[in-house]
């Protein structure tokens, strides 16, 4: 059953790792420091007066009304130029000393003199970054680099500031987090074709496993952030928060999610998702399941209460045969298996089970179900004892007029796991 639309239906996959972006500044800001350090010792030993330098952006050079200046370590540049050259429009208010870049989606605020500047309210220390040299307003290049995230090198031979794009362009990012507004489009018409037309060609994606449920829930997804994390022409990796909710249709966990979408451009120039890779996921709201409950069968909701008190038994007095009666398994194999990861729990704990509450919240036929599940497990694990809350979704199918779990793994779902006291 479908609870989501680009996040992973696994609440149990979790993907850790090292920006490879951070790895490469913090190897540049340490080589940067030894480079402008050393070049600004001989400078000053060698000449009274401050070196210069060139700067390209892009492999462009940039022209400056004052040429640039090294000082103590540090090329100081005319700003005007350098914002304009990196897409920036300049308010100076002379009065206050106050420099006002922006950009779409960018604010930069700083003031001659100051401890702070402003990137999109958030403050970032500034203190020795601006100066007044020669009448002239000039700005650390490596800070303006760092406001308005760019990556820099240094050329000592050539005596070259290098700045270059971390990532794509501004056309660019349009066109990579275009595809979240397209969702959100084809989300609200519950648009299933379009919905399909979102996946690269060569998707890593299940899509088809998703289709069969879209058309049952209707569902409205907020995007919370999508920040662009790396990008190499041809791919890029956008990592998304957002909170899905229901408004319409068959059973949905209303969740909010953190996940890695991989993007590939087509041949045609287009943007598709490619891989998605959920870092975390957690249910919005435990009541808002329960409430989903739907109309069903009283004698088929008195069986299946009676199917879980069995199951509960079963577990509690560690009777393998009396489980397995709760269990539907497709073939021999799939029981052999079962029945071995059963043991080995049997083997490693003594658990007490209570069922606090349940209620079916899903049925496409009146022989199968989804039934949501709060259960309170008392264990004992070598004698260290300890009680958790668990609430779970769960698959049942009736066979021969008998209720049993479907054992398919795909129904089985946890929303919440928590220590009681």
Do not use: C
Not at 193 to 219: C, H, M, Y
């Amino acid at each position: 059953m479908k609870y989501s639309r680009l996040g992973s239906a696994d609440f149990h996959h979790r993907i850790t790792g090292v920006d490879d972006r951070m790895k490469r500044l913090m190897l540049f800001v340490f080589a940067a420091v030894l480079a402008f350090g050393l070049t600004g010792t001989a400078s000053a030993a060698g000449s009274a007066k401050p070196a210069t330098a060139t700067v390209l952006l892009n492999g462009k050079e940039v022209a400056f009304s004052a040429a640039p200046i090294v000082i103590k370590g540090k090329t100081y540049v005319e700003f005007r130029a350098l914002f304009n050259a990196l897409g920036y429009e300049i308010d100076y208010e002379a009065k206050t000393k106050t420099i006002k870049a922006s950009t779409e989606g960018h604010k930069i605020e700083m003031s001659t003199g100051g401890d702070v500047a402003f990137v999109n309210g958030k403050t970032v220390a500034s203190s020795g970054e601006i100066k007044v040299i020669n009448s002239r307003t000039m700005i650390g290049v490596r800070f303006i680099a760092a406001l308005t995230d760019k990556k820099v090198d240094w050329d000592g031979v050539t005596r070259k500031v290098i700045i270059t794009n971390w990532g794509p362009t501004e056309e660019e990012k349009r066109a990579i987090l275009g595809v979240f507004d397209k969702f959100r489009l084809i989300e609200a018409a519950d648009d299933l074709e379009g919905f399909v037309q979102l996946f690269a060609d060569d998707s890593g994606v299940d899509i088809k496993a998703l289709l069969p449920n879209w058309e049952r829930t209707k569902t409205q997804t907020t995007f919370k952030e999508l920040l662009i994390t790396d990008f190499s022409g041809d791919e890029a990796v956008v990592k998304v928060t957002d909170e899905t909710v229901k408004v319409s249709g068959a059973f949905f966990p209303e969740y909010s999610s953190v996940y890695n979408a991989t993007l590939r451009k087509s041949s045609s120039g287009e943007w598709g998702i490619y891989n998605i890779e959920v870092l975390k996921a957690d249910i919005l709201s435990v009541d808002k399941l329960f409430a989903q409950e739907i109309s069903f069968p009283e004698a088929d909701k008195a069986a299946i209460g009676a199917l879980f008190d069995a199951q509960t038994k079963a577990i509690y007095e560690k009777k393998m045969d009396d489980f397995m009666a709760t269990v539907t398994t497709k073939d021999d194999a799939e029981a052999e298996e079962l029945k071995q990861q059963m043991q080995w729990f049997f083997d490693s704990f003594d658990i007490k089970r209570t069922i606090e509450k349940w209620a079916v919240v899903d049925s496409e036929e009146n022989d199968q179900a989804i039934v949501v599940i709060s259960a309170l497990m008392e264990v004992n694990l070598n004698g260290i004892h300890f009680k958790v809350r668990t609430v779970f979704s769960d698959g049942v199918v009736k066979k021969g007029g008998k209720w049993t779990f479907s054992n398919t793994g795909s129904d089985s779902v946890p929303y919440l796991s928590e220590d009681v006291q």
